[in-house]
């Protein structure tokens, strides 16, 4: 086993180099989530589900960007490895043309349908008359998202993980402040409460992807050719259909699915509790997962790169490793994470938050129970997102993702908070569960080796 760690000389030195921007645009990212979670629960707890149930559809907004960005990534970081940069600047053109489509659609929907969008996902109607106050304003800003996170996922799968840190920096220091000014009413502002909140979200959006088209234009490393990102042509366009939709399709459908698990919540009873638990939760978890989702990240690059370069041979052992350091990371992270559980958490997070104490006692047991399974989902991130993905295997990594979720977890949640109303444990116990289920299956694809496809090949042929 050893015998997989041994690598060239630099080999750990590069995965570091692109792994370590991943996971500080991820952290602040993360942080971001956290500082507007705080920021709103100091105004009580009513605001904070609110704004929870808001994030549902914008959860699902988030993914399926990233669902184009990584779709993208499984070309672009194979064309990168081939050195040909108008393949790049087509698959680049399809992902804005589809991102921005999306971004737009779900801010017409959450612009002007609010109230009635928001009641699709909640029971209490002073949550949703909250939660409809913030969607109104902070659905436009992902329009703007879009094609900011095109642009970064483009770079990212050339390579080049700092030009998203350096833009994501900006957004998060301009969000963080125009938060204290419009939320607070500070500067001579007006008090705008979890409006503020949407506004500051919005302005922090344009401002970064006025920053991605400035950088775009100036750059020197790789030049935007206008004719063939707004005219990508049919053949690139059916390539990315046929290798980018599973993703695309994949996190919209996680994310969906994903996103039925506060659904859920939010028709038990306590749910106004049981969401701001969750809130606060969901945060923290994104916080000490950004690492896992940074191995993933560096997985696909590096796969698709090997593949690109024309070294499939070495890519099945690369993936073995890549697959082992998520594992034995996500067991040292979990062990830490339990233990700043105990001693900082909860002692010094929680009073910031003003929860109840039922609402503490369940973010405490959402908590311990994905640390727990931290080892398994890191191990699932990678080989799903990074290694099977990255390899061009998307079409098996889809139902490996999808399946446990759709099949296994949301029945079994939906059975045990709605139909016995068995209380919050088993509602988390039962979303746990599909990280089991994903470890195996994906073990067993990884093992047959038949995920490592050149998808920039005009002729490539499927196999089983």
Same mark, same amino acid.
């Given at each position: ?183 607070? @009413?500070? =500067?001579? !502002? ?6 503020? *909140? /949407?506004? #500051?979200?919005? +302005? $922090? ?114 993936? @073995?490793? =890549?697959? !082992? ?6 067991? *040292? /992270?979990? #062990?830490?994470? +339990? $233990? ?116 920039? =090949? ?7």
């Amino acid at each position: 086993m050893f015998k997989l760690f041994r690598r060239e000389a630099g080999f750990y030195r590069k995965l570091l180099a692109l792994a370590l921007p991943i996971l500080l645009q991820n952290l602040i990212t993360n942080s971001l989530g956290l500082v507007d979670t705080f920021m709103v629960g100091t105004m009580g707890q009513g605001p904070l589900a609110g704004v929870t149930l808001a994030n549902i559809p914008v959860f699902v907004v988030q993914l399926m960007m990233f669902g184009i960005q990584s779709g993208s990534s499984v070309l672009i970081s194979q064309y990168w490895g081939k050195g040909d940069r108008a393949a790049i600047n087509r698959v680049m053109g399809i992902g804005m043309y589809a991102a921005g489509a999306i971004g737009l659609v779900f801010a017409l929907i959450m612009g002007f349908l609010p109230s009635q969008f928001m009641s699709l996902f909640g029971s209490d109607p002073q949550v949703i008359a909250t939660a409809a106050r913030y969607a109104r304003i902070v659905g436009w800003s992902y329009f703007f998202d879009s094609f900011v996170q095109v642009y970064n996922g483009v770079h990212r799968a050339m390579g080049d993980p700092r030009r998203g840190l350096y833009i994501l920096g900006v957004s998060m220091a301009c969000n963080t402040f125009l938060n204290w000014v419009f939320i607070f @009413g500070n =500067l001579g !502002a007006p008090r705008l409460g979890v409006e503020g *909140a /949407a506004l #500051a979200t919005l +302005l $922090a959006r344009v401002v970064s992807c006025a920053i991605a088209i400035g950088w775009a234009v100036r750059d020197r490393r790789f030049r935007i050719d206008p004719a063939l990102l707004f005219r990508p042509g049919g053949e690139m366009t059916r390539r990315f259909v046929r290798f980018a939709t599973p993703v695309m399709c994949n996190e919209t459908f996680w994310g969906l699915g994903t996103s039925l698990f506060p659904t859920i919540m939010g028709h038990m009873d306590g749910s106004e509790e049981i969401l701001a638990a969750y809130a606060i939760a969901g945060n923290i978890t994104n916080l000490c997962t950004v690492g896992v989702f940074a191995i993933a990240g560096t997985a696909a690059i590096l796969v698709g790169q090997e593949i690109g370069s024309g070294n499939a041979d070495r890519v099945y052992s690369l993936g @073995g490793l =890549l697959d !082992a350091l998520a594992f034995l990371f996500g067991m *040292a /992270a979990g #062990a830490v994470f +339990l $233990a700043l559980l105990h001693f900082f958490i909860v002692p010094v997070l929680y009073p910031l938050f003003k929860l109840t104490p039922s609402a503490g006692d369940i973010c405490t047991m959402m908590l311990t129970l994905v640390f727990l399974f931290l080892p398994l989902r890191s191990f699932d991130t990678t080989n799903i997102v990074g290694v099977l993905r990255g390899g061009g295997d998307v079409r098996a990594a889809t139902i490996i993702d999808l399946l446990p979720l759709w099949v296994i977890s949301l029945p079994l949640a939906a059975l045990a908070g709605l139909v016995l109303q068995a209380g919050i444990l088993w509602v988390y116990v039962s979303m746990m569960s599909e990280n089991v289920v994903k470890s195996l299956v994906g073990f067993l694809r990884y093992r047959t080796g038949r995920w490592v496809r050149d998808v920039t =090949l005009p002729d490539l042929r499927e196999r089983a």
